[in-house]
């Protein structure tokens, strides 16, 4: 037999990901050769470290084959032939990660676990995806600092509700792509989809419609029973998957409009007294809660009490967009609540819009009895409520930069270019049906969350950037997915990098790599935005 030798493929890390690292800098020497014969250590007893640990091993293995076993160690510095993670307390910021290759290691550190958890995703989005025998690290030392703490999307799982392993996958996709907060719609009028012990028709009737109208609010219904919800464990189940990706679900229960599923289950929390049934169209109801009743503010809070628990992070978010007041005009508790209150119209707001302040302002006090506070829509800067809100503009930037001005933190998510359910294209026709709007690629790219006028001292107030993505014309897994990818890559970039090292061009030719990981891990997405240089052009 004659012995066949061929040449060993290498395939060769390259750092330039997405996002971009603040700063890579080559260091002198041969690159690392990643072998099995590799481990990766982590600080004894630390089990964040070890759980980033294991998922580096898992990450490694999925996209070469090639598996490091994890091991313990004592050690506080790095190690021969080894990966090591280490906490490393002269790091400045808490999610800021470095990564140090020489010939002989490779030190993946942060001042906190969550910081080497973004080393981690950058040495993972680094690897080659061709499985072959040897991979090699350049010796370098890369850097990374988001720009903002705040980097978040947003998922609608009321108009279409989808499972636990759909939601854990939309998570793995932040993990990638180095978010850090998830905004979880859970309820609103075509569904409610959290369980709430004390008010089981919540679910049971809430979680459900008869059936779903077609297209953009056609007449033609599909008469075809639709629903579902997730239990308190599968919660804590999804609460605890994303803590061990350093993600933070904020919960949103939508009030006081969009409550058409709760006022289904309990009609009596309308002003009306219904009967009403859990939305099969898509819009606005004009059937909201009546905050003049004593016993809507205790659902509220009975509600909220079990959301607590639920979720541990500081926010809430309770909505409150889109809450037409006709019914509390003609309802005579809600006009009697206004009386009592002595609350009455101010400048443009009308005593409706500042009993909506009032309201919000009750369910805001009672949060911060309980340490935590609430995210609302920015229709809230127009009811009066006190600048412990945080602000998520979405009807476009200029609510956000008012309310920074007004002493508001504000999350930015203006409708174009953040809002993932609208094309990604001019040329819409041969797209899955969307909300309508258009954000390409590039206009995501281009998004600046902080207005050029805003003060200096005002900044701060601005948190961050997130992209939403409601359902209403989504209805399966697939769609989501293409839907955000690859508009996430450019969204990630601008959460992390300064203005000033932000470049399209480059971006786009980064993105290739990472629309790899997309292809490996069988996630769909919108190949046209990678070629289609149209799109980037500005409308003639
Ligand atoms: C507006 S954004 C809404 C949602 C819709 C969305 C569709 C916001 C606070 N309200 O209820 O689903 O537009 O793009």
Redesign the pocket.
């Known amino acids: 037999m004659i012995a066949v030798t061929s040449a060993a493929q290498t395939g060769r890390a390259d750092y330039r990901v997405v996002p971009l690292p603040s700063e890579i800098n080559g260091i002198k020497g041969a690159d690392f050769k990643l072998t099995e014969r590799c481990l990766i250590n982590y600080p004894t007893g630390n089990r964040d470290l070890e759980r980033n640990a294991i998922m580096l091993s898992g990450y490694v293995e999925e996209l070469t084959g090639i598996h490091l076993a994890t091991r313990p160690t004592l050690a506080s510095s790095d190690q021969p032939g080894n990966i090591t993670l280490l906490l490393d307390p002269s790091i400045a910021g808490d999610e800021d990660y470095s990564i140090t290759v020489t010939p002989r290691s490779v030190l993946i550190s942060g001042k906190t676990a969550a910081g080497v958890f973004h080393g981690i995703q950058v040495l993972r989005q680094s690897l080659p995806t061709d499985p072959s025998a040897l991979i090699n690290l350049p010796a370098a030392q890369v850097k990374g600092s988001p720009r903002f703490g705040y980097r978040g999307m947003h998922l609608?799982c009321s108009?279409h509700f989808f499972g636990v392993e759909t939601v854990k996958r939309y998570l793995d996709i932040m993990a990638l792509h180095g978010m850090n907060r998830l905004h979880w719609h859970l309820t609103?009028d075509q569904g409610w989809r959290v369980e709430i012990k004390k008010y089981p028709r919540l679910t049971e009737v809430g979680g459900w419609r008869d059936g779903t109208v077609l297209g953009h609010n056609s007449p033609v219904y599909d008469n075809t029973r639709y629903g579902g919800w997730y239990t308190q464990e599968e919660i804590r189940d999804i609460v605890n998957y994303a803590a061990q990706r350093y993600i933070t679900i904020i919960p949103e229960i939508d009030m006081p409009g969009?409550m058409q599923a709760a006022l289904a289950a309990y009609p009596e929390l309308g002003c009306t007294g219904g009967p009403y049934k859990v939305w099969g169209q898509?819009g606005?109801s004009d059937d909201i809660l009546c905050v003049g009743k004593e016993e809507t503010l205790q659902f509220v809070k009975d509600v909220l009490d079990e959301v607590m628990q639920l979720f541990p992070g500081e926010y809430i978010h309770i909505?409150g967009?889109?809450a037409p007041r006709v019914r509390w005009q003609e309802c005579p508790r809600c006009q009697q609540r206004i009386h009592e209150a002595g609350i009455v119209a101010a400048g443009k707001q009308s005593a409706e819009a500042r009993l909506q302040g009032w309201f919000t302002t009750r369910v805001q006090q009672y949060l911060a009895s309980h340490g935590r506070r609430i995210i609302g829509?920015d229709e809230l800067l127009g009811c009066d409520v006190d600048t412990t809100a945080t602000i998520m503009s979405?009807t476009g930037a200029e609510p956000g930069a008012r309310g920074a001005m007004l002493g508001h933190d504000v999350i930015m998510t203006p409708?174009t270019p953040m809002?993932f359910?609208?094309y990604q294209t001019r040329s819409y026709w041969n797209e899955p049906t969307a909300?309508g709007g258009c954000a390409t690629l590039k206009m995501v790219y281009d998004f600046e969350p902080v207005a050029p006028d805003l003060p200096a001292e005002k900044r701060h107030h601005i948190l961050g950037a997130q992209a939403?993505v409601?359902t209403?014309y989504i209805t399966c897994e697939p769609q989501i997915q293409y839907q955000i990818l690859p508009r996430m890559a450019a969204l990630a970039e601008l959460q992390w990098l300064q203005p000033e090292l932000k470049d399209y061009q480059d971006f786009k030719a980064r993105l290739p790599r990472l629309v790899n990981l997309y292809r490996h891990y069988g996630w769909t997405y919108r190949s046209k935005s990678l070629i289609l240089e149209d799109e980037d052009k500005p409308e003639k």
Do not use: I, L, Q, S
Request: proline share 0%; hydrophobic share 30%.
């Open positions: 609608d108009r609103d969009h898509w606005v909505g967009d889109e829509w979405w409708n809002y359910d609208h909300f939403n409601w209403e």
